[in-house]
């Protein structure tokens, strides 16, 4: 082949398709026909790729290297003319899968240089950093100089990502003909590419990480929720004591504004979180590790919450047993929300302040759109820490998740109480039981939720302080607050067919967690070997086969099979128990469409492929 640019055997670097990353790849051979080279990746993908998205690796490092020799900051962001640069856009994902392709490739082959050249892929342009530099006529000139580029090359591009169809046409992506060797590359290089993902976010984020994007209708959006949410908490809980509970009650008579406060419930909250803030500090259980931050860092995580349910259920059956009345729960629900608002509160202003000052690598990319309001909401700072204290994993794994326990339970009392009865209802009961399982089961597995999206990518803020100390404990116990007043009995057949529901919903979300959990700790797991898999070229593989091939989340199904039979247990006669299985469906719909959009920005054409072999989202056939 003497014309050929590339030969057989050859080391270069090669776009991944419908993204803008560039990894190491050889040359396998050429297809004078298609015009086509074909090339493999290191994780053993094949694809064919065409010329232009081929760059030989001598130059691909000559131009990192000098780019970030010669050219200070500033002028680094505008001219760089990595190969990174040929796919920019006028947006700072471009920016992120650009610098990501830089440091993504060095790992791999230089080892501990990654971290070292973090820094250079910050010579990755950065659009919306438009700030004038030295020389004005040089900025111009640079200006044209991105914008035609930007219409010459960008264009074809994000056609592709657009329809992936095309995008899938135009590359031809293989599986590795030994798809074990491929599990036990995985398996080895699975730390350096999280590590190098992390580098490669710290680039992107530069010294100011700025948002990608404004979520939850952005500014406007991020003022009327931080106003609607207590509003609609209020809401819920005014209708719930009522006889008849009705959307249609709208607006609700205010009680007089004195019975929304009371210093003693205030006390009761503050008493509560100290207790759950005490058990969390001490030293046992497991410290586990937090994903790799972009300031290269990796948190350290006391997962002792097991511990924390198991004590704070003794403690509180120790209470009764001395004759506390645990029914107060239940008769100063307005109190005990207010003063649970307030801390909320006080807690994101406290946040909000504290990010100011806070180093940029410990911003979350979210949160930061420089908007007060929206960055209050959304949340600033990725992981808020007093010393060792994590306030995000705390307030998401502890106050409000076991005062949902507990509140269920002072229900329990509140019903047998009102209603005069011996013990709790069987209504009642299911309720309890289920959502007891639920939390025991996510405190038992705690050390999954270091890598959910919350936690690994939101900002800590109002949005996230309100969810876990307000909204969490005073509407998802909403159910066991409905039976109180309005009883429900059940049959048999019926009970038996709420708690058939209810296994098979938490058999789907637990088994599907567990595989995924067990497939990204150890891809080359003897227990996994019957799976299928699609190799991506980020090193990880996508499971294709057994629950992530049903679907593409199945754990949501079965969350969301466990939520109606939470539901179930109140009956068809008023919406107000529902609430959360239509909350719910809101919420995962719209997770999943914002995991979507990671996967595919991750992943590029091999989540296209997986999204083409299982079709469905969350539901068979359905949705
Ligand atoms: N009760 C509530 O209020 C509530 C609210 C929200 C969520 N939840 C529950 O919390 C749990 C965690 O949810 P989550 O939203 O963080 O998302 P998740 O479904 O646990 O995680 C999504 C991630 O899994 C990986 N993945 C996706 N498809 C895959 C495949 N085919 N093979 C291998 N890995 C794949 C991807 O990450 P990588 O490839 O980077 O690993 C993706 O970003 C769920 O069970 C959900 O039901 C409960
Ligand atoms: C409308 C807003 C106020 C929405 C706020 C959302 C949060 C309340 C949720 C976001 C992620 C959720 C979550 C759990 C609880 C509720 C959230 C914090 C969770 C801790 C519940 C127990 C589960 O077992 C879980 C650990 C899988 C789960 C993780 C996600």
């Excluded at 209708?239 to 249609?248: E, F, G, I």
């Excluded at 507990?406 to 309890?432: C, G, R, T, W, Y």
């Excluded at 900002?459 to 429900?488: C, E, I, K, R």
Aim: one cysteine or more.
């Amino acid at each position: 082949m003497p014309s050929l640019k590339y030969q057989p055997g050859e080391k270069v670097m090669g776009r991944w398709p419908g993204s803008s990353l560039y990894y190491e790849v050889k040359v396998l051979g050429f297809d004078s026909k298609s015009r086509l080279y074909t090339v493999i990746y290191k994780d053993g993908t094949e694809l064919e790729l065409k010329e232009q998205d081929i760059i030989s690796y001598l130059s691909f490092q000559a131009r990192t290297r000098s780019r970030s020799n010669s050219r200070s900051p500033g002028r680094r962001r505008s001219r760089s003319r990595s190969p990174a640069r040929t796919t920019r856009r006028s947006s700072s994902r471009t920016a992120a899968a650009a610098s990501a392709a830089i440091t993504e490739s060095a790992p791999s082959s230089h080892g501990d240089a990654k971290l070292k050249r973090a820094p250079e892929v910050k010579l990755s342009p950065l659009p919306q950093e438009k700030k004038p530099t030295e020389n004005s006529s040089n900025n111009k000139h640079e200006k044209k100089e991105e914008n035609n580029t930007a219409s010459k090359e960008i264009q074809p591009d994000a056609k592709a990502e657009a329809d992936p169809e095309k995008n899938l046409g135009r590359y031809n992506l293989r599986r590795r003909k030994d798809d074990g060797e491929a599990k036990a590359a995985e398996a080895k290089t699975e730390q350096q590419v999280k590590e190098a993902k992390a580098s490669a976010a710290l680039a992107v984020t530069g010294p100011t990480p700025a948002s990608p994007r404004l979520d939850f209708g952005g500014k406007i959006g991020a003022f009327f929720w931080t106003l609607f949410l207590p509003a609609w908490v209020l809401f819920l809980l005014l209708q719930v004591n009522r006889k008849d509970p009705s959307l249609a009650n709208f607006p609700p008579p205010l009680p007089p504004l004195q019975s929304f406060w009371d210093p003693q419930a205030l006390g009761f909250v503050v008493l509560w979180i100290l207790f759950q803030a005490l058990l969390y500090v001490l030293p046992v259980g497991k410290l586990s590790e937090g994903v790799l931050l972009r300031s290269g860092r990796r948190l350290k995580y006391r997962t002792n919450g097991f511990f924390a349910v198991l004590v704070s259920a003794a403690v509180v059956a120790a209470a009764v047993y001395q004759g506390a009345d645990l029914t107060y729960i239940h008769s100063h629900f307005l109190q005990l929300t207010t003063a649970s608002f307030l801390i909320a509160m006080l807690l994101s202003i406290y946040l909000y302040v504290r990010s100011r000052s806070t180093s940029p690598d410990e911003r979350a990319l979210g949160g930061n759109s420089g908007n007060m309001i929206y960055d209050f909401f959304k949340g600033r700072e990725l992981n808020p820490r007093i010393k060792e204290f994590d306030l995000k994993f705390f307030c998401e794994m502890r106050p409000g998740l076991i005062g949902w326990c507990l509140i269920n339970f002072a229900m329990a009392l509140a019903e047998m109480k009102q209603q005069k009865l011996d013990a709790p209802s069987s209504s009642m009961i299911l309720v309890n039981v289920f959502q007891l399982l639920y939390v025991v089961d996510g405190l038992w597995n705690e050390e999954a939720i270091l890598t959910t999206m919350d936690l690994m990518h939101d900002g800590f803020g109002y949005m996230l302080a309100f969810g876990d100390l307000v909204w969490v404990p005073f509407t998802y116990t909403l159910q066991a607050h409905y039976l109180v007043s309005h009883p429900n009995p059940l049959s048999l057949p019926v009970l038996s067919a709420i708690v058939t529901l209810k296994l098979v919903g938490f058999y789907i979300f637990r088994k599907s967690n567990s595989e995924k959990n067990a497939f990204r700790r150890n891809p080359s797991d003897p227990s996994l070997s019957h799976l299928k898999t699609i190799p991506t070229a980020t090193g990880k593989s996508l499971l294709v086969s057994g629950w992530w091939g049903v679907v593409r989340h199945p754990n949501y199904l079965g969350d969301l099979i466990m939520a109606l039979a939470w539901s179930l247990p109140c009956g068809f006669s008023h919406i107000l128990p529902w609430f959360y299985m239509i909350y719910f469906i809101i919420l995962l719909v719209h997770r999943d469409s914002r995991d979507m959009n990671e996967c595919r920005r991750k992943y590029g054409s091999a989540w296209d492929e997986y999204c083409r072999t299982v079709r469905y989202r969350i539901i068979p056939r359905v949705y």
